[in-house]
Nanobody, 123 residues
Framework: QVQLVESGGGLVQAGGSLRLSCAAS???????????MGWYRQAPGKQRELVAS???????NYATSVKGRFTISRDNAKNTVYLQMNSLEPEDTAVYYC??????????????WGQGTQVTVSS
């Protein structure tokens, strides 16, 4: 099992910045075999969507709506993934969830989710 603890959400005015963090802990085998780490978000009445993801090797993927404004990074030594969010817009308001894919066994992976952190951008 892997536990994810998120932090960094809050209320910010449009144009402002926030930095989200997500630290993974738990089963040593899974922690040592974390693959992709990412951030998703879910706004009221909308489906959960991928915001950004990053592989162990550092390859990144971003939703079109956040490209150029958000930056995902990870610290493999700390098992932590970050999301730097700049030039925030009211449309970015959502609950942000951290997600990690890690090996459950040598032949299987599992996705783990954080509890979510609220990001509210006022106009």
């Amino acid at each position: 099992q892997v536990q994810l603890v998120e932090s960094g959400g809050g209320l910010v005015q449009a144009g402002g910045s926030l930095r989200l963090s997500c630290a993974a802990s738990g089963n040593i085998f899974s922690i040592r075999n974390i693959n992709t780490m990412g951030w998703y978000r879910q706004a009221p009445g909308k489906q959960r969507e991928l915001v950004a993801s990053i592989t162990t090797g550092g390859s990144t993927n971003y939703a079109t709506s956040v490209k150029g404004r958000f930056t995902i990074s990870r610290d493999n030594a700390k098992n932590t993934v970050y999301l730097q969010m700049n030039s925030l817009e009211p449309e970015d308001t959502a609950v942000y969830y951290c997600s990690v894919r890690a090996k459950l066994t040598s032949w299987s992976d599992r996705d783990y989710w954080g509890q979510g952190t609220q990001v509210t951008v006022s106009s």
